[in-house]
């Protein structure tokens, strides 16, 4: 806004670059840099030039690329477009060898993908993730086959990899054990690996999966039906598409679990919008009902209190959850692959358990449609349900 950033970038990477001496510096830029209108690209190369160092500019602003997901395609496809293949590597041992590109894995998760491509004769020899450093996206080439989530996501990198030769395979992120049968379906497809070395190579970690989940829904919840609503889109607002690509994978877990879902998206609530929406998850084989609210601040206003058992959404919601008494389960809490599954319903039911939000009186909205305030605290605790068993206080 003052006319400053072109200056104050030019500062920072000679700042940079006299404390570190990289070997490339890329800056990226935001949407506020867009918007007041600095120079990101030409002040980098300049700067590159005079200082005698790489130094490179990638557009991520959210104004831009439709989804946060092509941002993250397009710097996969910068980092690693320099990889060499290995010359120390035969031809039948790159064929064994697999990347596992765009899902974030935990330790346990990581492991367990190990474990079962040593079983079927291969290895897990490149993870590219956040967590990546720049030498794992030199080794892409080292590889013969690449894994990464889908459906179209990761379309450049996918485009890059398959013009050196190396095989793609698009799965499904593994949540739930039904995923993870199609995850491993297709991994095995590729790899040439038949369906019953696959059960065999899995079963350590699936049969625990596929216990937790019959429990689940034999136990306590089978009386009464389960609502979720399930949020896509309160992070951000950007195209719808890339919106239910990436946020969607969730969904199989809930579905085996014996929940009704409903999406709760964030966009344009008018009539064009709400048929755009339809015709987007019919496209993508999603026959859940759906909600449109305008922004964050307003999900109160279209969650009905006393319809749902649970929420499925981001943590900063929370606040307004509690205005109808609904527990939410954060997007967070849940894990990938057979090993997570039993994680992931203990967090469910203890979700669904959760005391915390009886303790506060409905709250109808005024006359505009906001929400009013909870009720003093003497009040809540005069209505309030104490009872404590098999939840937390």
């Not at 120079?39 to 300049?46: E, H, L, M, P, S």
């Not at 981001?314 to 109808?324: E, M, N, S």
Request: proline share 7%.
């Amino acid at each position: 806004v003052t006319g400053q950033g072109n200056r104050k970038l030019r500062r920072a990477i000679e700042l940079v670059h006299e404390a570190w001496s990289p070997g490339l510096i890329v800056v990226l830029s935001t949407c506020p840099t867009v918007m007041i209108g600095d120079n990101i690209k030409n002040v980098t190369r300049k700067a590159g030039r005079e200082l005698g160092v790489r130094a490179v500019a990638e557009i991520t602003h959210g104004l831009k690329p439709k989804s946060p997901a092509e941002v993250v395609d397009q710097l996969y496809c910068t980092l690693s477009r320099p990889a060499e293949p290995d010359p120390t590597w035969t031809a039948d041992e790159v064929a064994r060898r697999v990347a596992l590109v765009g899902v974030s894995l935990r330790p346990d998760e990581r492991a367990e993908v190990a474990a079962v491509l040593t079983a079927l004769g291969f290895e897990l020899a490149v993870v590219l993730d956040e967590q990546a450093e720049v030498a794992d996206f030199l080794r892409l080439r080292t590889v013969g086959t690449v894994v990464h989530p889908g459906p179209n996501m990761l379309l450049k990198l996918q485009e890059q990899v398959r013009g050196w030769g190396l095989t793609c395979v698009e799965v499904p992120l593994p949540f739930g054990v039904d995923a993870s049968d199609r995850f491993w379906r297709r991994v095995g497809d590729a790899l040439g690996c038949d369906a019953a070395d696959i059960a065999r190579a899995t079963a350590r970690w699936r049969d625990p999966a596929v216990a937790a989940v019959a429990a689940f829904r034999e136990g306590d919840h089978a009386a009464a039906p389960l609502r979720l609503a399930y949020n896509i889109g309160s992070i951000r607002s950007f195209d719808l598409r890339r919106i239910a690509l990436e946020e969607l994978g969730e969904l199989p877990l809930f579905a085996e679990l014996g929940f009704d879902v409903r999406l709760f998206i964030q966009g344009p609530a008018h009539d064009a919008n709400g048929q755009r929406t339809a015709q987007v998850l019919a496209d993508l084989g999603v026959d859940a009902g759906f909600d449109l609210f305008a922004d964050p601040g307003g999900l109160a206003n279209v969650v009905e209190p006393g319809v749902w058992s649970l929420f499925f959404g981001a943590r900063f919601l929370r606040k307004q959850l509690t205005q109808v008494n609904l527990p939410l389960l954060d997007k967070d809490a849940l894990g990938l692959g057979y090993g997570a599954v039993p994680d992931n319903v203990e967090a469910v039911t203890l979700a669904l358990r959760d005391r915390f939000y009886r303790h506060f009186a409905p709250t109808a909205p005024d006359a505009r449609g906001n929400p009013q305030p909870p009720a003093p605290p003497g009040q809540q605790i005069a209505t309030a349900d104490l009872g404590l068993a098999g939840g937390t206080p």
